[in-house]
């Protein structure tokens, strides 16, 4: 069981989580992350780890309410406990002085970014941080990132701040404007990564992609987040979460992802169900 010290509430989609968890924030390394479970019945959902105290012995992490147990995980409060996290899992981020370096995150990615953008800069890089969100309303974690990169890029999909567009766009801009780049990150949508490639690839700079969103067991046995890579076939909680990705089949990736939404929506309705009708046996209880 695992205490929780806070869980806040970033925007209308993004929660923070602060747990006390000692051994994993004095073990955990950027780019590593644990696997989550709410209770004994629940489902186990991968979550990269986005700060790190050791002093305070406590980890952060920050997760996007998109289904039912992330909603579940939105209504637990400071004091209760997790029944369990598991970590730290999966490799750490490959740190060393590159040079410049570029980090995408979009939307909930900009968490595990932050982590990064940290070690990279602490490993003597110019940090140069691109994040990318739908909104202004959705912007989260700008000053904890401008403390952790040299220079910082805001996009907004419809430009109601900053860079008007995708994070990919703004990455290619910089490279049109002659910006040496020695090696770029991108943690995000799935098909955000694949266009990162996309703009990267022809210029031969070195991109890493984080695959942690596809996992289910976290520890390599049930083979749900297999990779189809041009060095074969690859497990991304165990060879990961940070891959190569020219290597990448985002293809093959990108068709899969979506192969639970229906049974995703169907355990999403019986919870929110579940939920009305525990509020309801409550609200009776007042009236007694």
């Not at 489902?43 to 050791?54: C, F, H």
């Not at 899992?89 to 900009?110: D, F, I, K, R």
């Not at 989260?140 to 994070?167: A, N, P, Q, Y």
């Amino acid at each position: 069981m695992v205490t929780i010290l806070s869980n806040t509430q970033l925007n209308d989609i993004i929660w923070q989580m602060d747990l006390e968890a000692p051994r994993i924030a004095r073990k955990g390394l950027a780019g590593q992350f644990v696997i989550v479970m709410v209770d004994d019945y629940g489902e186990r959902i991968p979550l990269t780890l986005a700060d790190m105290d050791p002093v305070g012995e406590r980890i952060t992490l920050v997760y996007q309410v998109s289904g039912k147990t992330s909603l579940q995980l939105s209504q637990v409060e400071a004091g209760e406990q997790l029944s369990h996290v598991v970590g730290p899992l999966g490799h750490p981020a490959e740190v060393q002085e590159y040079g410049t370096v570029v980090l995408l995150g979009g939307g909930c990615g900009v968490a595990p970014v932050h982590a990064q953008a940290k070690a990279f800069k602490d490993g003597g890089n110019e940090v140069i941080s691109i994040l990318g969100f739908r909104s202004s309303d959705l912007v989260f974690w700008e000053d904890k990132m401008e403390t952790v990169s040299d220079e910082l890029i805001i996009c907004t999909d419809d430009g109601s701040r900053g860079f008007h567009g995708f994070t990919t766009q703004a990455l290619e801009s910089q490279i049109e404007q002659g910006r040496e780049i020695d090696r770029v990150i991108s943690i995000g949508p799935l098909i955000m990564m694949a266009n990162t490639v996309k703009v990267t690839r022809p210029h031969y700079i070195p991109t890493i992609v984080s695959l942690n969103a596809i996992m289910v067991d976290g520890t390599g046995m049930c083979g749900s987040c297999r990779v189809s890579t041009t060095d074969g076939t690859k497990f991304s909680c165990v060879d990961g979460p940070d891959m190569n990705g020219f290597q990448i089949d985002f293809d093959e990736l990108l068709s899969r992802n979506s192969r639970f939404h229906e049974q995703e929506a169907i355990s999403l309705e019986h919870f929110k169900k579940e939920c009305k009708c525990k509020q309801a046996v409550q609200e009776v209880e007042k009236c007694k």
